[in-house]
């Protein structure tokens, strides 16, 4: 075992047990350099993962692995809806389909930077920069469905209560907001195996240095917040998935998609706790072996519900 592996875990300072309440969030540590290794980070945002070519195709791996765990896009049941947004659209992925799903609907994708400028998206499909921290660009009531999909990393736990009570603001009555999240505490992987735990652990005080939500709490509290503004015909639905080659295609798939997630935030890790990139490679090869030795799992949280007529 190398000798990091030992050193004590401080304890997370956004750590909490409960939902936070509806207060402002701050920016524990701002820092990581825009650019660590190849590897180009945001720098004035809580948001952890990387912005470049590489995230991109993790993001658009996990897409299909995400369509196939849910069986499709969504589990809530709109019909025909006629506005779409995905905030956090990340690759544009997830709305293009949707915009080919729902030829007659007009679909946004909203984030903080476009990617796959040069691909040709679907032409019911529109780009809008916006940052979901700051309020978004829209009217009241301007969506029939809003969905938003993995930002555990980027919004920080305080400001969850504020983001979701957004994403509503811009849903019109009779329309579905869906939230679609994980959990990054090694607690959720379960069972997982000591080298796991650590690197899991490690990933959650850099989260919890910028307010993020390393504990869990985030996703349990999906549908609390969603009840919190007022929604109705509120649905929670839990998924676990294998990960490693013992949970067969999809369960490898997973363990790829952990070990580019755990890579793209190798170098943060190597930085913030003085270990080097090297050790974090080893440790990350380790942590693949456990997922088969543990039979280790992992749950994805949906949750929707309609905002009144
Ligand atoms: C983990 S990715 C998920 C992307 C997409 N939702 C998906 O499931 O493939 C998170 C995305 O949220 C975006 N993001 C981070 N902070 C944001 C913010 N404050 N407002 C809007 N988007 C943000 C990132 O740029 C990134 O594209």
Do not use: M, N
């Given at each position: 075992m190398p000798w990091w592996f030992f050193r004590r875990r401080s304890r997370p300072a956004a750590s909490q047990t409960a939902p936070a309440a509806a207060s402002g969030w701050q920016l524990?540590?701002?820092?990581?350099?825009?650019?660590?290794g190849s590897r180009r980070y945001l720098q004035?945002?809580?948001?952890?993962l990387p912005k470049d070519l590489g995230e991109v195709n993790r993001l658009d791996f996990q897409h299909y692995i995400l369509r196939a765990v849910l069986r499709g896009n969504y589990l809530a049941p709109i019909q025909q809806p006629r506005r779409i947004l995905d905030v956090g659209?990340?690759?544009g992925q997830w709305a293009f389909e949707l915009a080919h799903q729902f030829p007659q609907a007009q679909v946004v994708g909203l984030d903080l930077e476009q990617v796959k400028a040069a691909t040709s998206p679907p032409p019911n499909y529109r780009f809008v920069q916006g940052d979901i921290l700051q309020g978004l660009p829209f009217d009241d009531n301007s969506f029939d469905f809003v969905h938003q999909r993995l930002l555990v990393l980027a919004i920080p736990q305080a400001a969850w209560p504020d983001a979701v009570q957004e994403l509503v603001r811009v849903t019109s009555p009779g329309g579905w907001v869906e939230l679609v999240e994980a959990s990054i505490?090694?607690?959720?992987?379960?069972?997982?195996?000591p080298v796991t735990q650590r690197l899991f652990g490690l990933g959650g005080e850099l989260a919890a240095l910028r307010g993020?939500?390393?504990?869990g709490v985030v996703a349990r509290s999906l549908d609390y917040y969603l009840s919190e503004t007022g929604l109705v015909n509120i649905e929670r639905c839990q998924i676990e998935v294998p990960v490693g080659e013992w949970g067969g295609r999809l369960g490898s798939l997973m363990a790829l998609n952990f070990r580019e997630g755990a890579k793209a935030l190798s170098a943060p890790i190597a930085h913030r706790f003085a270990i080097t990139e090297q050790e974090v490679a080893t440790a990350i090869e380790e942590m693949l072996q456990e997922f088969n030795r543990y039979h280790t799992q992992y749950s994805y949280i949906v949750a929707y519900g309609q905002k009144a007529c």
């Open positions: 524990g540590e701002v820092a990581l350099p825009r650019l660590h004035e945002q809580p948001y952890l659209c990340g690759t505490a090694p607690k959720d992987l379960t069972p997982s195996g993020i939500d390393s504990e």
